[in-house]
């Protein structure tokens, strides 16, 4: 069975930095891009990042570009994202996805999320 | 690319058939998938590639469209359809639409 795993969310003071992780199992993790998708309370999907298999390619949404980075590590089939200068409007759960890259980027499955919450 | 879903939301009963639409700021080709959400659990994929329903996902639902116009359809409303629906285009990056919530009448 496909699994991700996320972790490392909470509460974090404005300005402050934090470090998503998302563990995967069932499949061969380092076949695939990965994203990370957020949704704010009571709000819509918001996709924040993607990463390449190799890890050479990464793409961010131009709300966290310059804040945020996207990493992998497929020896642990592990995909990480480092967040910095956090803002309240970055108060969301975030979702570690499977996807399935390029043109062809539908997300499946979803992890079950992890909840940021940036506030002093 | 911007995506724009409608309605916003909408309510129906069990038996209805139901089309939520999505329009793209420009041609994504079939690049286009849709989601179910409900209440407190994490999105999950119906529709990908426009048309193509992933495994599992019930008949009544159908994808349609191409270039910048598409729709699902849900052919007769089950009580476990009530849930927001979104769309998101892989043409560029990735993006969603705003989502529809849908209701029971």
């Given amino acids: ?120 | 690319i911007q995506m724009t879903q409608s309605p916003s939301s909408l309510s129906a009963s069990v038996g209805d058939r139901v089309t939520i639409t999505c329009r793209a700021s420009q041609s994504i080709t079939n690049h286009l998938n849709w989601y179910q959400q409900k209440p407190g659990k994490a999105p999950k994929l119906l529709i990908y590639a426009a048309s193509s329903l992933q495994s599992g996902v019930p008949s009544r639902f159908s994808g349609s469209g191409s270039g910048t116009d598409f729709s699902l359809t849900i052919s007769s409303l089950q009580p476990e359809d009530f849930a927001t629906y979104y769309c998101q285009q892989s043409h560029s990056t990735r993006g969603f639409g705003q989502g529809t919530k849908v209701e029971i009448q």
Wanted: charged residues 15%; hydrophobic residues 30%; contains cysteine.
């Fill in chain 1, 1 to 120: 069975e496909v699994q991700l795993l996320e972790s490392g969310g909470g509460l974090v003071q404005p300005g402050g930095s934090l470090r998503l992780s998302c563990v995967a199992s069932g499949f061969t993790f380092s076949t695939y891009a990965m994203s990370w998708v957020r949704q704010a309370p009571g709000k819509g999907l918001e996709w924040v990042s993607g990463i390449s298999t190799s890890g050479g390619g990464t793409y961010y949404a131009d709300s966290v570009k310059g804040r945020f980075t996207i990493s992998r590590d497929n020896s642990k089939n592990t995909l990480s994202l480092q967040m910095s200068s956090l803002r309240a409007d970055d108060t969301a759960v975030y979702y570690c996805v499977k996807d399935y890259g390029g043109s062809l980027g539908w997300f499946d499955p979803w992890g079950q999320g992890t909840l940021v919450t940036v506030s002093s």
